[in-house]
């Protein structure tokens, strides 16, 4: 699933800081006590798998468990799962839920870099007797970030393994070769070619100035970066996070980047015109473009996707942008139903196929990438392969560590990164600055001097 909106993420931030105690960071908050844990036995048994199942999501995920339960239902008939499609408020409904320890639903959706925030608060219920078997089914980044103190607490969904999406008529006209596309230096230098020979008309991607901490994630998944090491400490002054900004920086300089607002009316409408060229994105971003081609104005445009660029030649060529999890809460008193159901939609081939056809939720299930139906061809792209091409190299994907400070550490990796931009990008001290600000704000330690 695309990530939500920066003010979603904002908003959310505000409903944490309002139930404050029970649900900040990792707290040693203990389980509900009136609902018993899920067991192996327990969702073995046929009479324990009954009744209503109450479903939190949101807009296309939603929609896809809702055409998934009648084949559900055939292999279930006595569980009647219900999808609720919750709108806005739903993650700081969930947390006021988790808090009173009543009011929760049997499962609910979440993001994957929100997903730390909830795992590791002790209202969640311990999945490892029943999970603990697929860990070798799902790539270890979005697996990692699942699991806290050796327990498991949330299963991956959907993913977003990131590629290029970009139009072949531009190309053409400009005789750009995307398949000698490489690494991130072949992609500036395609961009400044775009560039000239457009007389500035078109650049090569959007680059919202004020939400740098997207194309941070994206570039350094790809060198192994880290934010916060594995035991929670502030790494993010590193050599990889200098490389990262290097790249952003010259990008920013070669004048190839439309400074549109991400999600914004300039960044939707260049989808349907000539003035950005590429959108390095996810997989999920295929339905963006096609639900944009009705909405926006402009000539139909012509749609290609090339593998993303390496940070250095024969490089990792891939990262994860967004995607979500499913979750059981503790106090879900009919957790084997639950359970059953979230098993059936994420650790199926069946289950993971059909929300991918109906609603282009690219599998995080690996046994559903080897599919033939990620060998198809999509008309919308000139026929081309894409669901193999993002699947290519989805379990290679390097481990980002999301801590429960997560999202608000984002909130001030976008805060430093605008400053360094609008400051000319001439603070070499951008990294330990940013450091610092994390350490203070957070109240984390650092981890090992860079």
């Not at 499962?107 to 311990?126: P, R």
């Not at 594995?230 to 993010?236: E, L, P, Q, W």
Request: with cysteine.
């Amino acid at each position: 699933m695309p990530m939500r909106s920066f003010q979603t993420r904002n908003f959310l931030r505000g409903g944490m800081l309002l139930i404050g105690i029970m649900l900040a960071g990792c707290s040693a908050s203990r389980p509900a006590t009136d609902a018993p844990p899920l067991t192996a036995v327990a969702a073995s048994q046929p009479d324990r798998l009954r009744g209503t199942v109450e479903v939190w999501s949101w807009n296309i995920a939603a929609k896809s468990l809702q055409q998934l339960t009648p084949a559900f239902r055939q292999h279930y008939p006595a569980i009647a799962p219900n999808v609720d499609m919750t709108g806005a408020n739903m993650e700081a409904r969930l947390l006021l839920s988790l808090a009173s320890n009543v009011g929760a639903p049997d499962i609910s959706q979440l993001q994957c870099e929100e997903a730390s925030h909830y795992v590791c608060t002790g209202k969640l219920a311990d999945l490892t007797a029943v999970a603990a078997s697929y860990q070798k089914d799902f790539p270890a980044s979005l697996w990692h970030n699942c699991v806290y103190k050796g327990h498991v607490y949330a299963i991956p969904w959907d993913m977003g393994p990131c590629a290029v999406y970009y139009k072949r008529n531009i190309f053409r006209q400009y005789g750009i070769d995307p398949q000698k596309i490489e690494t991130w230096d072949d992609f500036i230098a395609a961009g400044r070619q775009i560039l000239q020979k457009s007389h500035g008309q078109t650049k090569m991607l959007p680059m919202d100035t004020g939400a740098l901490a997207t194309m941070y994630q994206l570039l350094i998944q790809q060198n192994g970066g880290q934010i916060f090491d594995d035991n929670g400490r502030i790494v993010v002054n590193s050599p990889q996070s200098r490389q990262v900004l290097d790249v952003i920086q010259r990008m920013l300089q070669a004048g190839i980047c439309s400074n549109v607002k991400l999600w914004g009316q300039e960044f939707m409408a260049g989808l349907n015109n000539d003035t950005i060229a590429t959108y390095p994105e996810a997989a999920w971003f295929a339905g963006t473009i096609k639900d944009a081609a009705p909405d926006y104005g402009g000539k139909r445009q012509s749609w290609g996707v090339f593998r993303l660029p390496a940070l250095v030649k024969g490089g990792l060529r891939t990262s994860n942008l967004g995607g979500s999890v499913l979750v059981i809460p503790q106090q879900c008193r009919k957790k084997a139903a639950a359970w059953a159901f979230l098993r059936y939609a994420l650790c199926t081939p069946e289950g993971q196929l059909a929300m991918y056809k109906s609603e282009n939720l690219f599998p995080a299930y690996l046994p559903a990438l080897r599919s033939s139906v990620c060998d198809e061809p999509d008309p919308f792209f000139g026929g081309q392969r894409i669901g193999r091409l993002f699947a290519g190299d989805a379990a290679k994907m390097n481990i980002l560590n999301r801590t429960a400070d997560w999202m608000e550490a984002l909130g001030y990796l976008n805060q430093t990164f605008s400053k360094w931009v609008d400051d000319g990008m001439t603070d070499g001290h951008v990294l330990d600055e940013l450091a610092q600000k994390l350490h203070r704000r957070l109240g984390v330690p650092y981890g090992h001097e860079e």
